[in-house]
């Protein structure tokens, strides 16, 4: 079970705050998503962001 949270200025574990009260961010995970050499969804990823840069969006 990961506890560590972060926000732009500080760390913290109390899982009931959602909004840092010094910066009003909102706090995320602090630890890197898994990473997989095999990665089943890397092709979709790929191929949504080439449509994005299609479309003028990226």
Request: positive net charge; contains cysteine.
């Amino acid at each position: 079970m990961r506890l560590l949270k972060r926000c732009n200025c500080r760390y913290t574990i109390d899982q009931s705050l959602k909004t840092c009260n010094s910066c009003n961010h909102s706090f995320k995970s602090a630890y890197p998503p898994k990473f997989s050499p095999h990665d089943k969804y890397a092709e979709y990823r790929r191929r949504m962001k080439q449509e994005a840069k299609n479309r003028g969006i990226l």
